[in-house]
Structures are given as structure tokens and as C-alpha cells.
């Protein structure tokens, strides 16, 4: 049986969505289930329950927020996920933990390899990494997948939001010089459920095939959405946010080849089927 965390986000609701599909024995939680800022309620569940696999869905992901409520975001991404992690190792379970590109510093250009040196530039990214830490540590039977710019039907995200500003505007002011690919949740949830099927343990990276910038980002769903919007390529300068951003976000996914596991589909795909998924789910 699979345990799949954080099933009301975006990942978790298709990952849920795709363990159906296959007709895999789960269970999905929420934060009624157990709490995450709590170890006894954690380790109390998962020993009732005795899963065979955890694909650890469920994080604080507020980016800005953390800044300011840094104690909250380090005890869900680092904390919880130690006691998470120790749970799996009790009963033998398998940990496939989610993580992000901001673990590593944002310099350079060229793709970060599962190895390169992670030196994260805001709370998020530490928390993050306190997780991952942790599972390595902990879980021998563990899957570390580093993932970024992500967005699925379920929930907020970046081409939600510019679907949004569109309707209101015929100019859009957005970031050029931060650099990565998307992740569909649609695709992601497909490799995750692969991968938990197996042993091949270790960290990986996925993210949608192809790098692009905001902007670049922010076109492509204009276009493919039939929006008359002028993008306007402006500097992470122009733009200040509480959380420092990346500029480097590439992720080399090597680490999938080796292993056997296939590439998701490049991020122009990925848009076309995400738009098309939104509007079915308004139907």
C-alpha cells in the first residue's frame, strides 16, 4: 500500500489521480489526517497504518512567507519530514521525498547535476534541503526528486496566474534573466509512480524536457491560449520579492537516464495539455 502526503496540492492530487489509474492500493492524506508540526501524530499514523511506500507529497511552500514565518516552513520541510522518514524506516517502508531546485545556489549556466553543491539562498531552499537530509540520512529505501517551476490544475501557480492577468491586461511586465524549466504535475505524478514501483533508489532530477525563462514561459502560454498580451522582459532587479530567486535553475537529468526512467515531455507539450486539462475541468 502507498501513503501519498498532501493530496489537496497540486502534486498530491495527481499523483492520487495517476495511483487510480493503475489501480494501486493508497491512501491519500491531508493535514486532518495528522499533523505535520506534530512527530507523535506523524509517527502515530504511520505505524497504525504501516504503509509500503510514502511518496511525500505534502510541504510549506510559500517561497515569500518563509521569510517571515522561517520556524514554520524549516519545521514542515525539515522537521516533519525527519519524523516522516524515521516512521518509514520503523516499519520498513519505502520514502520517495519531493524536493526543489532551490536547494542549490542559482550561479552559473549550466544544468545542476543530483551531486553538485547545494547552497541554498532562502529559507524555502534550507528547509527543503533540511528534509532531504534527513531522508538520505535516515531511509535506505529512499528517492530524492528535485523539481521546479511547477503547476498542475490543482491549485495556484504561475500560468493560472497569467491567464488571470490577461484578462484584466495587454501588457505584462515579466522576469527574463532566472532560468528553468516547468514541471507538470500531470507528467510528474506519471514518473513518480514508476519510480516508487522500484528499487532504484537515489536522487534524481524532473522536470519538463527544455529551459526557458519566465517570459519565455509567460509567451508560450499566451500564444498557445490565443491572449493578444505584450509580454515585457524586465530584471529579477526590477522585480524585488522577500525571498531572493535563483537566476540558474537548470537541472541536468542524467541522474533519469542512468537509471532507466524516461524524460518527461519538453514544456511546450506540457502547457498544451495543461490548458486543455483547465478548460475540461471547467466544463
Not at 534541503?129 to 517551476?149: C, P, Q
Not at 507538470?184 to 514518473?191: G, M, P, Q, R
Request: with cysteine.
Amino acid at each position: 500500500m502507498i501513503l501519498v502526503t498532501g493530496i489537496t496540492g497540486q502534486l498530491g492530487f495527481d499523483v492520487v489521480k495517476e495511483l487510480k489509474k493503475r489501480g494501486e492500493v493508497f491512501i491519500g492524506t491531508t493535514r486532518k489526517d495528522f499533523d505535520l508540526t506534530s512527530e507523535d501524530s506523524i509517527k502515530k499514523f504511520i505505524l497504525d497504518k504501516k504503509p509500503d511506500a510514502v511518496i511525500h507529497c505534502a510541504a510549506y511552500t510559500a517561497v515569500d512567507k518563509a521569510e517571515t514565518e522561517a520556524e514554520l516552513a524549516l519545521t514542515v520541510n525539515g522537521m516533519a519530514t525527519r519524523w516522516l522518514a524515521t516512521a518509514c524506516r520503523e516499519v520498513g517502508a519505502k520514502m520517495l521525498y519531493v524536493s526543489t531546485d532551490y536547494v542549490f545556489g542559482g550561479d552559473g549556466y549550466t544544468p545542476y547535476e543530483v551531486k553538485s553543491e547545494k547552497t541554498p539562498i532562502n529559507i524555502y531552499g534550507k528547509s527543503k534541503l533540511l528534509g532531504e537530509d534527513a531522508v538520505a540520512a535516515i531511509v535506505d529505501k529512499h528517492f530524492i526528486v528535485r523539481v521546479s517551476w511547477v503547476f498542475g490544475v490543482n491549485g495556484k501557480n504561475f500560468v493560472k496566474t497569467m491567464l488571470n492577468l490577461a484578462e484584466k491586461n495587454k501588457k505584462i511586465k515579466v522576469v527574463d534573466d532566472q532560468i528553468g524549466s516547468p514541471t507538470y504535475t500531470v507528467d510528474l505524478a506519471n514518473l513518480l509512480c514508476d519510480m516508487i514501483s522500484t528499487d532504484k533508489y537515489g536522487v534524481y532530477h524532473a522536470t519538463n524536457e527544455g529551459f526557458c525563462s519566465w517570459a519565455d514561459f509567460a509567451k508560450e502560454i499566451f500564444k498557445q491560449a490565443g491572449k493578444n498580451v505584450e509580454v515585457e522582459k524586465i530584471s529579477t532587479a526590477d522585480y524585488p520579492t522577500p525571498a531572493k530567486r535563483p537566476f540558474n535553475s537548470r537541472l541536468s537529468k542524467t541522474s533519469l537516464d542512468d537509471a532507466g526512467f524516461k524524460r518527461l515531455p519538453i514544456w511546450e507539450s506540457a502547457v498544451e495539455r495543461f490548458l486543455l486539462e483547465l478548460k475540461n475541468s471547467k466544463a
